[in-house]
C-alpha cells in the first residue's frame, strides 16, 4: 500500500491518521474516564470513540436521569456497510440511555451536491439506511426521523425548522465557509445552513426545547460542528445550548487507509452482501500486516495494527478481550498466518451478517413506525 500524507475533510480521508495530532488542530479533547455503562460498550472501551467536544454536560444528564437529545444525519448515497455500522451502534446504545434521537436525511444536501432525484435519495433512505438501522436495534419510542425535504407535516415545526436555517445565515461570514468548504458552490452554503438547523433546530421551543444536544460523529465532521456552533453562538433571537460532540475514528476500507468509501464497491463490506462475497472481498482486497512468504512471516510476525482484518475484529467481530488479545499475540509472533486471520473473520462477518439480513427482512414490516407519521 502506498503512503499517502494525511488528508483530512468532510469529503475526503487520506493516508496514515494521526489520532493524536488530530485532537490538537481541532481543539477537542481525549474522552475522560467513563462510566460502566460505556465501558461494556466495544466501542468505548476499545477507544474507537476517542475524543469529545462538551460531551461532559450530556455524562451530567445521564447521570442525573435528565432529558438530552442526540441529533444524527444520513447522507442517502450507495449502499450502507460496516461503516456506517460505527454510528448506528453509537445512537442505539445513546436511544437505551434516554436519549430523545434526531435522525436527519440529509435529501436536500444530496439534492444539491450530488445530483441525484429527491425521490431516489428518498428510496435509498429507507430501503438502505432505515431498514439496516432497524436491524441494528433502532426504536420508534423516543425517535424523529426526517428528511430536509419535508420536515413535517405540523407547519409550525416546519415554518421554525426552515425559519431558523434562514436566520442562521445572517450569523455567518463568507470567509468562516470558505476556510470550511474551500471552493464555495450556492449548494454548499445551502446544505451548511440546513445542517445548522438540523443540528439546532430540537432545541426550539417547537420542538423539545432547551435541553443539552449532542451529535456523534467521524472526526471529518468536526468543521460542520465548528460554523454550526460559530453560528448559533452569535444568534440574537434564541439561546442555544452548545452543541456537544464525540469523534470516533474511522473503520478502514478493505485495501487499507482512510475509511471505508461507499464509492468503492471493493472497499467495503455492504450489509447486504452474500457469503461468496464476503469470502471474496476479504480475500482478494483485505490489506494485510502478514510477511511476504509463509517462511518470513513465521519468522519475523505480523503487523495486527495495519492489518484491516484485525481491525475489523478489534471494532466489531470480536468482543472477547481475552480471545481478542490472544489473536493480537498470535499473528505478531508470526503463529497466526494472514489467510488464518482473513478465514477467522469471514466466519464471524457472514455469522453477524445472517442474522441481519433476516433481522432486516423483518423490518420492511416496521418502516411505517418510523416514517409515515405526524412529526
Do not use: C
Request: without cysteine; glycine residues 6%.
Amino acid at each position: 500500500m502506498k503512503k499517502e500524507k494525511q488528508k483530512i475533510t468532510p469529503w475526503e480521508v487520506k493516508g496514515k491518521i494521526d489520532y493524536g495530532k488530530l485532537i490538537k488542530e481541532f481543539g477537542i479533547k481525549a474522552l475522560p474516564k467513563l462510566p460502566k455503562k460505556f465501558e461494556d460498550n466495544i466501542l468505548f472501551r476499545r477507544k474507537v470513540i476517542f475524543a469529545h467536544r462538551d460531551f461532559g454536560i450530556i455524562l451530567n444528564a445521564i447521570k442525573n436521569k435528565k432529558k438530552f437529545i442526540m441529533m444524527t444525519g444520513l447522507m442517502p448515497t450507495g449502499k450502507f456497510h460496516l461503516g456506517h455500522m460505527l454510528l448506528a451502534k453509537q445512537f442505539t446504545l445513546y436511544q437505551e440511555l434516554g436519549a430523545k434521537l434526531y435522525i436527519a436525511v440529509a435529501d436536500l444536501e444530496a439534492y444539491s451536491t450530488r445530483q441525484q432525484k429527491l425521490s431516489e435519495l428518498r428510496k435509498t433512505a429507507i430501503d438502505q439506511y432505515l431498514l439496516n438501522y432497524i436491524a441494528l436495534g433502532l426504536k420508534p419510542k423516543n425517535l424523529d426521523f426526517y428528511f430536509q425535504s419535508s420536515r413535517s407535516s405540523d407547519f409550525k415545526k416546519s415554518n421554525a425548522f426552515y425559519s431558523l436555517a434562514s436566520q442562521f445565515s445572517r450569523y455567518a461570514t463568507f470567509n468562516e465557509f470558505k476556510a470550511v468548504y474551500g471552493s464555495l458552490s450556492p449548494g454548499k452554503i445551502n446544505a451548511s445552513l440546513l445542517q445548522a438547523a438540523d443540528m439546532y433546530h430540537p432545541q426550539l421551543p417547537e420542538f423539545e426545547g432547551s435541553y443539552p444536544t449532542f451529535i456523534p460523529v467521524g472526526i471529518d465532521q468536526d468543521p460542520h460542528i465548528r460554523i454550526a456552533r460559530g453560528m448559533a453562538n452569535r444568534h440574537k433571537e434564541y439561546k442555544f445550548i452548545p452543541i456537544a460532540s464525540t469523534y470516533h475514528k474511522f473503520l478502514p476500507g478493505l485495501k487499507g487507509g482512510g475509511k471505508m468509501s461507499s464509492s468503492d464497491e471493493t472497499s467495503f463490506i455492504a450489509m447486504t452482501d452474500t457469503e461468496k462475497e464476503v469470502e471474496h472481498k476479504i480475500k482478494k482486497y483485505a490489506f494485510s500486516g502478514g510477511q511476504p512468504t509463509t517462511a518470513e512471516h513465521r519468522k519475523k510476525g505480523g503487523n495486527p495494527n495495519i492489518d484491516v482484518s484485525f481491525q475489523y475484529l478489534k471494532m466489531f467481530f470480536e468482543p472477547d478481550d481475552n480471545k481478542l488479545r490472544q489473536i493480537y499475540d498470535n499473528y505478531k509472533s508470526g503463529n497466526l498466518l494472514t489467510s488464518e486471520l482473513k478465514q477467522i473473520l469471514i466466519e464471524k462477518i457472514n455469522s453477524f451478517l445472517r442474522q441481519h439480513q433476516k433481522r432486516r427482512q423483518l423490518a420492511k414490516k416496521q418502516v411505517d413506525k418510523f416514517v409515515f407519521r405526524n412529526n
